[in-house]
């Protein structure tokens, strides 16, 4: 932002400076110019006037003197020339060499011989190199009997128009040399609580609601947004922390009321017949209880866990290690058959709670609401963009070759509570994928649902479970060196 506010004002600046300049560099050259030829003017006109005498006495070696000197001196051929374009006096061979590349001579010479005073040739921009010619009648309207021409060269008229512009592009450079010394320093000093409030707002978005937007740097303005959004934000932490409160504070004070309601309720099955309605409404009322209690308990799991933002690395092999034996057995007892396609020496972000109870919720996720026969769990590291670049994520995944769900469905199975009808018998509460989700969410990554592997008979594919988690770098410390926290 910093860079692109600078980029808007600096051409700015510079169109301001060039509508101001570009005139002033015109009037500048188009001075120079007119001094030139109004010097040149008042030559030719007191040449005139001694080649009208001249012509008039016959006696022309005075004035011939002076044209020479006056071309030995300034080095611009003079000349005098009668009504018929032939020259009668002055440097006749540098006169003849300088015409030759004037177009505008001949214009020029003919209306003087008719009486008039022309209008000056020559461009005085420095690329162009066309020479300044002027001419003046000798005599007044009728009587007018030849014509003072002078063809000077405009190199040193250019090369200080030049000059003067070069002067000019310096003193309009020191506003613009100016303007970004001080637009740097202010604009940075403008736009760092916008970058300190886009920073917060990034690590609030990531479930850190603890931080806070600096309120006493910038302008007043963004001083008082700062101020605004610390305000909100203690207010959302407070109302997050409530809430969490609540839900820790309503499951434990039911805890014990459950737990006496239930055992009041099985103290009455001795008293109950083997047969009978009531041994079946004693039944639901047991499973009732017991699924109340395992919601309690999912509840107080998720506001302790929730009320954790933090991450650390960890190695994939070390979570794996404490977690395939316990897999293998579940799935043996289950009749199912485990595979674990992991490569080794994968460190990645583990979320609030532990990877492996993530992982362990998938698996038991696999088993109980799947006919699978077969449960993978296989791993890989993601890149994004070109090869060159570094990886992004080590991706888990738990698939299984069961019943898996639509896709209308896996839409709605990282909601809170939900369950697919299919599984409304099944214990469970409907929390676990919510939770897992969210907390690999806190940790940077990402959890999605997709097809599992192809299911034996065909009829379709089975249920996958997709843990997208950025990826650690290994890095080499001494003994006693803490290990990398993530940023």
Known sequence: MHRRLLVVLVPLAVLLVAALGVPLSITVAEREMQETYVDRLNDVGRFASLAETALTTGRTEALQQELARYHDLYGIPVAVIDTSGAVLLGPTRAYQEAARGEPALPRIVTAALAGARPEPSGEWAPWAGSALVVAEPVGRDSEVIGAVVTISDLSKTRHRILLRWAQLAGLGLLPLVALVAVAWPVSAWVLRPVRELDAASSRISQGDLTIRADAEAGPVELRRLAESFNTMMDAVENAVQRQRAFVSDASHQLRNPLTSLRLAVESLEPHLRAAGNGRQVFDVAVDELKAMQRLLNSLQASARMESIRTASPVDLDAVLATRVDRWRALTATA????????????????????????????????????????????????????????????????????????????????????????????????????????????AGGELR?????????????????????????????????????PS
Do not use: K, Y
Request: include cysteine; proline fraction near 9%; charge should be negative.
């Open 335 to 442: 009749g199912q058959t485990l595979t674990v396609d992991v490569p080794p020496g994968l460190r990645l972000l583990e979320p609030t709670g532990g990877l492996g109870s993530i992982l362990d919720e998938l698996i038991s996720n696999a088993l109980r609401l799947s006919d699978a026969q077969v449960v993978e769990v296989a791993a890989g590291v993601a890149t994004h963009g070109a090869e060159a670049d570094p990886p992004a994520v080590v991706t888990i995944v738990v698939r299984d070759d069961g019943q898996g769900i639509d896709a209308s469905e896996r839409a709605q199975a990282l909601r809170r509570f939900w369950r697919s009808p299919r599984h409304q018998n099944v214990s469970g509460t409907g929390l676990g994928l919510a939770i897992c989700a969210d907390l690999v969410g806190a």
């Open 449 to 485: 649902l997709e097809e599992g592997l192809p299911r034996p008979d065909g009829s379709g594919h089975g249920f996958a479970a997709v843990v997208a988690l950025p990826v650690v770098p290994h890095v080499t410390s001494s003994p006693g060196t803490p290990a990398p926290s």
